[in-house]
């Protein structure tokens, strides 16, 4: 079983007595907060929660599994969440 981002909007909805269409808005902001702090390379670290960051990954050569031909991976750069100790102490209970 897992949580959408629907279940997740009426949950934050239900949580502070707001509208869903309140709470639609400000995950939306959350967000979009989150993608423009990574995209101008900045980290955003939550106390308790996590941190968010992006990792860049070199180019590497691979191999293409329906032909085994060798191919060449461009480098790329990946978004990661990295979880606090509250929040993995919260999951452990």
Same mark, same amino acid.
């Given at each position: 079983?897992?949580?959408?981002?629907?279940?997740?909007?009426? #949950?934050? #909805?239900?949580?502070?007595?707001?509208?869903?269409?309140?709470?639609?808005?400000?995950?939306?902001?959350?967000?979009?907060?989150?993608?423009?702090?990574?995209?101008?390379?900045?980290?955003?670290?939550?106390?308790?929660?996590?941190?968010?960051?992006?990792?860049?990954?070199? #180019?590497?050569?691979?191999?293409? @599994?329906?032909?085994?031909?060798?191919?060449?991976? @461009?480098?790329?750069?990946? @978004?990661?969440?990295?979880?606090?100790?509250?929040?993995?102490? #919260?999951?452990?209970?």
């Amino acid at each position: 079983m897992s949580m959408n981002k629907a279940d997740l909007v009426q #949950a934050i #909805a239900d949580r502070t007595g707001g509208s869903k269409s309140e709470a639609q808005k400000h995950f939306d902001a959350f967000t979009e907060a989150i993608k423009d702090a990574l995209k101008s390379g900045e980290d955003v670290q939550i106390t308790g929660f996590g941190k968010f960051y992006v990792q860049e990954r070199a #180019a590497r050569e691979g191999i293409n @599994p329906q032909n085994k031909q060798k191919i060449n991976i @461009p480098a790329s750069k990946v @978004p990661k969440f990295t979880a606090g100790n509250a929040l993995k102490d #919260a999951i452990k209970q």
